[in-house]
């Protein structure tokens, strides 16, 4: 998703004209295909959880596949914003939020 997303990069500070039209069809575009591997985990999290994880802790572990695939679908969305902020002059803030997230987890 990360590198499918790149190309707001150039466009964005390349025509900010057409920014908003092009932020609206990546993210979109990035909606689509999280919820296409979301779905996909979720149908597939029997034989998943069978690849990876061997014998009775699988079983166990089965109810939590919906959260983890939730997960990744949220940031599986953070690339198209990120790009954009840089692709617009402010990498400042995608730096904030980063420093923010590691203070907040490393507390």
Do not use: Q
């Amino acid at each position: 998703m990360n590198a499918f997303t790149e190309v707001l990069f150039p466009m964005a500070s390349a025509s900010p004209v057409r920014v908003r039209s092009i932020y609206h069809r990546m993210l979109l575009a990035s909606v689509v295909m999280a919820s296409l591997a979301f779905g996909a985990v979720l149908l597939l999290r029997g034989p998943l959880m069978s690849v990876m994880v061997l014998g009775r802790t699988g079983n166990d572990a089965r109810p939590l596949i919906p959260a983890l695939a939730l997960g990744w679908f949220l940031v599986a969305l953070s690339p198209a914003p990120f790009h954009l902020l840089n692709g617009l002059g402010k990498p400042w803030v995608n730096s904030v939020f980063y420093a923010s997230m590691l203070c907040s987890t490393s507390a």
